[in-house]
């Protein structure tokens, strides 16, 4: 089966399941599905930064500094987000990501609920070929570098969740207006877009 055939849930901008659709079928059309954004850091508090292959379904060869993907139907976001963060480090025995907030995206590409997540992997990685063209741990000093002086084209999903991040993070345990919970507890349900990766030396 392709990417473009699997089935993912449809839902609406209260994040309720409407239906199901091939993702082909949901990205042509514009679809609302739901997405999970994982931040991998190493021990040393470095964050997993990649570029995509020139083969995804959307935002080919850019780059991200985040892991995930779309939740499959029937998926929770916390199922999607470890198997999407195993999967694309290429690591198995990964601790559960951390939920953090999540929001609709609206912009390139279509529309998605995203929910953000973080998880420590000390592991050694080995990211999937399929996904993956270039990787690194980058301080995240570095990592905000890139993002402020635009050397590097960057998913737009990615970075919106990024900038939501350090609002989240500067705003303390009660997030901002708009981080929200997914109101149906840590493990919500969900969808989420196809996101493997790639960094700066590979393109």
Known sequence: MSAADEVLDV?????????????GEVYAAGLIHRC??????DGQGRIFTHRRTDSKLVFPSFYDMFVGGVVG???SYAQA????AEEELGVSGLG??????????EG???????YVHEVRCELPVRPQVSEVAWHAWLPEEEVARRVADGSWPWVPDGLEAYRRL??????????TGAAQGDGSGPDGGGAAPDRGGSAPGAA
């Not at 994040?15 to 993702?23: E, L, N, Q, S």
């Not at 390139?108 to 995203?114: H, K, L, Y």
Request: hydrophobic share 40%; aromatic share 14%.
């Open 108 to 114: 390139p590409g279509g529309a998605w609920w995203s």
């Open 73 to 75: 139907a029937g998926e």
């Open 11 to 23: 839902v609406d901008r209260e994040d309720r399941v409407t239906g199901r659709a091939p993702r």
């Open 36 to 41: 999970v954004f994982v931040l991998a850091r």
């Open 166 to 175: 350090l609002e989240f993070r500067g705003a303390g345990p009660g997030g």
């Open 81 to 84: 987000a470890l198997r999407e």
């Open 96 to 105: 559960r990501p951390e939920p953090l907030f999540k929001f609709l995206y």
